[in-house]
Each structure stands twice: as structure tokens, then as C-alpha cells.
């Protein structure tokens, strides 16, 4: 079964970096476009940058653009996010999961950007 297991968050200062890691079992990972998502405390969840089977493919959205970068590597089967001049506005539990049809939820990792 669809396994996603999410790590590498923690609490930053404003302006510092986190790298967020992702690792996926139980499906053919290098056929499907992926993404990361978030979800702050009273909000929905959204849509953060997504990365396609062909690696050449990102797009983010207006939030993560210039800041953050999503990559992945299909024979470690896992996708990254990096994540650089963080604002507060950034904190949130973290979560990456295929951009179409996400199913199967991770626990996600907490991201908290705070003096």
C-alpha cells in the first residue's frame, strides 16, 4: 500500500532554511508527478509546489516561488523540499503526496518559523 513518511522539520528564525524529505513505498514512484502540501493551524490544506515524473517539471505556487525548491530522486524514491528565507507565514504541517488523486496521508512534518 501508498506509504509516505515525511521528515525534516523543526522550529527556524525568521529569513533561516529547512530542507523537508519525503520518502514513498507501495507504488511505481518515478511514474507520477508529486507534490508538497501544507496545512496551518485553522486552515485548509494547500497546494505548495509540485514536481513531475520528469523531473524537469516544477511549478509553485506565488508563496514558494524564489524560496523554496522541490526536487526528487526516483532511485533513493524519495522528493525534497527545500526551503529558504522562511517567513512565519511558512508554518504549518508539511506534507508531500502525489499532485493527482492525493490519497494516504503521512503525518507530515511541523514547520514553525518564530523568533
Known amino acids: 500500500q501508498v506509504q509516505l513518511v515525511e521528515s525534516g522539520g523543526g522550529l527556524v528564525q525568521p529569513g533561516g532554511s529547512l530542507r523537508l524529505s519525503c520518502a514513498a513505498s507501495g507504488f511505481i514512484f518515478r511514474r507520477y508527478a508529486m507534490s508538497w502540501y501544507r496545512q496551518a493551524p485553522g486552515k485548509e490544506r494547500e497546494l505548495v509546489a509540485t514536481i513531475g515524473a520528469d523531473p524537469a517539471y516544477t511549478i509553485y505556487t506565488d508563496s514558494a516561488r524564489g524560496r523554496f525548491t522541490i526536487s526528487r530522486d526516483n532511485d533513493k524514491i524519495t522528493v525534497s523540499l527545500q526551503m529558504s528565507d522562511l517567513e512565519p507565514m511558512d508554518t504549518a504541517m508539511y506534507y508531500c503526496?502525489?499532485?493527482?488523486?492525493?490519497?494516504?496521508w503521512g503525518q507530515g512534518t511541523q514547520v514553525t518559523v518564530s523568533q
Open positions: 503526496n502525489f499532485r493527482f488523486d492525493p490519497r494516504s
